[in-house]
Structures are given as structure tokens and as C-alpha cells.
């Protein structure tokens, strides 16, 4: 796995695909994200971009370089999609934002607006389970192994320079 072309493209496809994934779950399956499933697509996004420029530069240097730079990232990403599991098992509290985020109304009638405009999507619900293990869950394994697989395969393009 030392092509310098190969690897920026299946780590492409691989963060494409979960935030495709991601994407299908919010439109087509009308399952609204929580602030913290919004913070898990941008890791993704970032490698996706890190990814194509690695494989358009097609250089071993630069490949590596960009591929641990994307394996960073994605340990990061792995983060934030562990501390939502962390959330949703009731581990440790959520952000502020993972409630409703309102400021104070001047009216009964005001307030009573907003909170029936604001929609509320809780961080420590799980709205879709697989055996067990929800969205969140899926994205830190798979983040994790992503991540694993960029970074080894950034150590062994740099020691073929």
C-alpha cells in the first residue's frame, strides 16, 4: 500500500462515505443532528479536502505529510465522536449547546415564540441504533480505523523517500 495515489483516494472515498452516510441518515431518513453530529462531519470534510490535494500533488513527501496530517485529524474526529458516546451513555454531561440555546425574551409571549420555533435535538438521546451501537458509536470506530490506517500509511510512505 506505498502507492502514493492509492492511499489519499481510499482515505478520500472512506470520509466521503461517512459523510455521505451521515448526509443520507439527516435527508433521507429525517433524522435530525444534534450539535455534536454537526462538529463529527467536519473532521471528514478536512480530509476529504486534505486527501485531494495529496492526490493531486501525487508526491511521496507530500503524501505522507498530508496523510498524517489527515490521520491527526481524524483522531480528532475520533474525539468528538467518543465524547458524543460519552454523552449519550450519560458518562459525562454535554456541551451548552447540546440543549436549546435560547436568550431571554422580554415576553411571556416572545419566549413562548422561540421555544416553539427552536428545535430541539438532544445530544444525549440516540435516535438510530445498530446492535447496539449508535451513530455516534459507528463514527468513532470507524474514525479510529481510518485514522490508524492514514497515519500507517503515512509512516511508510515516509520511510520510502
Known sequence: MNDVRTVPVLVLAA????LAAAFAFQYLGGL?????CLWQRFPHGIVIALA???FAL????????????CGIV??????????????EQHWWQGTAAC??????????DE???????Q???????????????????????????LATFALTAAWRLWRTT
Do not use: K, Q
Open 32 to 36: 435530525a443532528p444534534c450539535v455534536l
Open 58 to 69: 501525487n508526491s511521496h513527501r507530500w503524501t505522507a505529510a498530508l496523510m498524517a496530517l
Open 15 to 18: 470520509s466521503a462515505a461517512i
Open 74 to 87: 481524524l483522531v480528532a474526529g475520533a474525539g468528538i465522536a467518543f465524547y458524543h458516546v460519552g454523552v
Open 111 to 117: 419566549l413562548r415564540e422561540r421555544l416553539l420555533a
Open 119 to 145: 428545535p430541539v435535538v438532544r445530544c444525549d438521546e440516540i435516535s438510530w441504533s445498530l446492535f447496539g451501537v449508535s451513530m455516534a458509536g459507528y463514527n468513532f470506530m470507524l474514525s479510529a480505523a
Open 52 to 54: 485531494a490535494v495529496a
Open 99 to 108: 440543549g436549546s440555546a435560547l436568550t431571554p425574551a422580554a415576553t411571556i
